[in-house]
Structure formats: C-alpha cells, structure tokens
C-alpha cells in the first residue's frame, strides 16, 4: 500500500528507489512489525486481563503449571496478526500472488484460531472446539487456498517436488501437488501449534525458520543466486522475504512479552497462523522439504503426538509420559525453562543444517 504510493513518485524524487529493494523493504517490514507489537503488546495485554481472556491450563498437564501459568491472557497471536499484516500491507507488493496467498492463509488459519481460543475461554477449557471440526475447517480453508493459488500461478515447474542434498533429483506431482501442499500447511499449522506449549517454545522456532525462509525466497527469486545455487528460480518470490521479516519482527516483539514467565500466550489464533504461513512459504519457494527441516523440531513435537496416540491405541501403553514430546521432559524433572532453552538449541541447529541445504547439492 505505501510502497505503491511511494513509487508514484519515483520519478521526482531520486532518493525514493531505495523502496525497491527487497533487503531495505524486508528491513523496514521487521522493524515496523516490532515497533507495533511491542507498542501495542501492553495496552492489550491488560485489555484480555480486564476482559478475562484467560488462558485455560490442561487438568492432565505437569502440576507446576496449573500455579504458575493459571490466570495468564492468552490470543496473544491477534496482537503478533495486527503486526504483520499492517507491516506486509505497508512494505509489501500488494499484488504480488506469492504475497496475497500468504496473507489469505494467515487471515483465515488465524481466524480459526481465535474462535477456538473462543470457545476455550467461554467454556473454561482447554478442548476449544473438536480435533475433526478443525481439521474439517482446516482443510477447507486450505483447499480455498491452494486452489486459487494453482489457477493463476503461471510457473511452469509449479507441481515440482524437490530434494535438498540432490541435483537432479526432481518429481512432478502433477495433480497431487493440490493434496500435498493442502498436507503441508496443515501439517505445519499443528506442528506448530503442538509445540506452543511452553513460555516462548514455539515463538523462536518460528523465528527461526521465517529468518531461513527470508534468505531462501530472496535467492529463490533472485536469477543470479539461484543459478549460483543450483535451486530453481520462480520470478517475484523473493516478495516473500517481506513476509517473514514481518514474521519475525512480531515474533521477536511477542518475545518481550511471551519470555518466561510469560505475561500472555499467542493461543491457537497466533500458532495455526504461523505454522499455516510458514508452510504456505515452503510452497511458494519449492522447499518444502527443507521446511521440514528446519522446522524439525516442530516436526518432532508433532511426531511424539502421533506416535504416543497410535501405541496407546494399540497396546494401551505410552511411549512418553505425556505428549507433546515437551511436556515429556518436564514429566522427568527438567526445569520449564532447561526444555525452552535445550529445544531453542536444537531448534538453531537444525535452521543452520536446512540452509547448508542450498549449498550441498
């Protein structure tokens, strides 16, 4: 919007070409997302007190948190939402595909966030509404999504799937590429949506991984890199480098607020965002596998979910103490803050191994 408006004056003013440079651009869309977070974070932290938007704490959970973390607001994802959308509608190319479909995909996975912190807090739970009718509203919102996102992408290699680590090695999906994105970005929504359990878990993870994909969708779109690089090039996705810096400015400005003890929670309304456009990202730069990479941890979370739902099923014993695979440690004695700080490390490991990805092909 802005960016648009500057351009118009280009012409009389020299200096003005600096805005279209995606580095200064993707620069000015982190640090106006932080601004507006940590501006606006108190004002609405005692607004959701006030209101009793209160963050309902697992009967089942480690004992420590129904004392520690009981009375603490939560949808603290609407405050992370208002930061980056108002920074990506300022710095962004607005009609930029690649831009707009991540928008759509934080809007409604946000959307459908809130109204399940809705109906935890309504009802004093920490059910919200049913697994199958998220996931139902998921993949609806998904198909929307992807579908339109198919329809009028004009890149010819758009169905290709490829492998980190190999040159050549190269699948095209063809139609499945639709169910398969449609995976990825529900996938990568409750992954991260599993791994917010934590003071600032799930918040650098998430930072993290939108720093990588800064990088990775600049020289995605750059010509020059991408042939140095050996990864495909697809013109007009290095756009997305300004929605991830927006990510991680209103992360980084949620930290401030969400670090041990945390004084809000970003609740599904900020995780099912965040994952949802961190996987829309892997979609549009053709690095879906190095997503999982780099988010590997949440990956992991997400795992330990499955893995301990199938075994008690099926012999009706547990493989973990408890699941998410975090809540695990905490089971086992580690401090609240030794898991957030030993799963951030973990976390900045695998980031370094995804974008060492680009090199070794």
Known sequence: M??????NFVDSFSFLNVFKYLTFRTGLSFFTSLIIVLIIGGTFIKFFSKQKILNPIRNDGPENHIVKKIGTPTMGGVIILIGLL????????????????????????????????????????????????????????AIIGVSFYVYFNDYQDLTNLYFPFFK???????????????????????????????????????????????????????????????IPYIEGTGEVSIFCGAI?????????????????????????????????????????????????????????????VISFKLTGKRVFKMAPIHHHFEKKGWPESTVVIRFWIISIILAMIGLATLKLR
């Open 2 to 7: 802005l960016y648009q408006f500057l351009l």
């Open 86 to 141: 108002i920074s990506v509608l300022f710095w962004a190319d607005l009609s930029n595909l690649n831009v707009l479909f991540c928008l759509y995909i934080a809007i409604s996975f946000g959307l459908l966030g809130a109204f399940d912190d809705y109906k935890k807090i309504k009802y004093s739970n920490s059910s919200g509404i049913s697994s199958k009718l998220k996931l139902t509203f998921q993949i609806i919102l």
């Open 168 to 230: 050549n090695l190269i699948i095209n999906l063809g139609w499945f590429f639709i169910p398969f994105s449609i995976f990825v970005i529900i996938g990568s929504s409750n992954a991260v949506n599993l791994t917010d359990g934590l003071d600032g878990l799930a918040t650098v993870p998430v930072i993290l991984v939108a720093a990588c994909f800064a990088f990775i969708s600049y020289v995605t779109g750059n010509i020059l890199f991408s042939t140095y690089l050996q």
């Open 248 to 308: 991680i400015g209103s992360c980084l400005g949620f930290l401030w607020f969400n670090a041990p003890p945390a004084k809000i929670f970003m609740g599904d309304t900020g995780s099912l965002s965040l994952g949802g456009s961190l996987g829309a990202v892997g979609i549009i730069t053709k690095h879906e596998i190095v997503l999982a990479i780099t988010g590997g941890l949440f990956v992991l979370e997400a795992v330990s979910v499955i893995v301990q």
